[in-house]
């Protein structure tokens, strides 16, 4: 009974894990299309001491950001006379994912990410316009299901434009893999565990300039311009969705003040 019942929850699980189950129309594991987004929630001004903070919620992902700055560097040697520092902190909490580890003062993946971060908002921030200053930017996963260094940048976009720092434009990221030569778009974490492609990219959508891509595993050549085009496409579709909660926020604090905005 024991040696069937592994079989059945192997099988189980390597149809979930494997990104499309034909029994079900060819639906993946949480129900969604190949192209199809996970429903996306985003708030703007969650904190009252940042200068800029916003929540971003994709699927069962949850993010947290708070942005402080522009202000004096703390350390004077990193100072730059023409333009303004980026210095980013990236966190899961210890609750956030179904994996418990133990509590480390640093960890070498978090930071990678919040170097990734850094870099990829370095070239998108008007950096110039603020020399001599340092912009902190502190990300807090809340909840992990996949997706989370999208979700993370996703959300600095809003918190930067709630802290009022002017960019050259929105900063969008997706994630994609392939499966049988189907692209998945916006994937969870039973995805990102099937040991496929891991394609993740961050694009300013307007000009579609690319700051910031990673891969992890191998990429066929052949797959490689679909996989672009698809996480491009899905992008746009982010970008949509964050413009429409800045008009909204807009409108709300401009009624705070009695303004009558141009959106």
Not at 39 to 48: F, T, Y
Not at 239 to 246: K, M, T
Request: with cysteine.
């Amino acid at each position: 009974q024991v040696k069937e019942w592994t079989v059945d929850a192997a099988a189980a699980y390597d149809i979930i894990s494997s990104g499309i189950n034909a029994e079900y129309g060819g639906l993946r594991c949480d129900g969604r299309r190949p192209q199809e987004m996970r429903k996306l929630k985003s708030e703007l001004g969650v904190s009252e001491g940042p200068d800029g903070s916003a929540i971003v919620e994709q699927g069962y992902t949850k993010v947290l950001v708070s942005v402080f700055g522009p202000h004096e560097c703390v350390n004077r040697n990193l100072r730059d006379h023409e333009k303004a520092i980026i210095r980013c902190s990236y966190n899961l909490a210890s609750f956030g994912s179904g994996v418990r580890k133990k509590k480390m003062v640093s960890d070498k993946k978090s930071t990678e990410v919040g170097v990734m971060i850094q870099n990829t908002f370095e070239a998108a921030v008007m950096l110039d316009k603020f020399p001599k200053s340092q912009i902190d930017i502190y990300v807090q996963v809340l909840q992990g299901d996949g997706g989370e260094r999208c979700v993370a940048i996703n959300a600095t976009t809003l918190a930067l434009i709630n802290a009022g720092i002017p960019m050259k434009d929105y900063v969008c990221a997706c994630a994609a893999t392939v499966y049988q030569d189907s692209v998945l778009l916006d994937i969870n974490h039973l995805e990102e565990s099937s040991r496929g492609p891991l394609f993740m990219l961050a694009v300013m959508p307007r000009t579609e300039s690319i700051v910031q891509l990673q891969l992890d595993h191998r990429l066929h050549n052949d797959h490689l311009d679909k996989v672009v085009k698809e996480t491009i496409q899905g992008c746009r579709n982010i970008q949509v969705l964050l413009d429409r909660q800045v008009k909204e926020w807009t409108v709300e604090a401009a009624a705070a003040y009695d303004i009558k905005p141009r959106v």
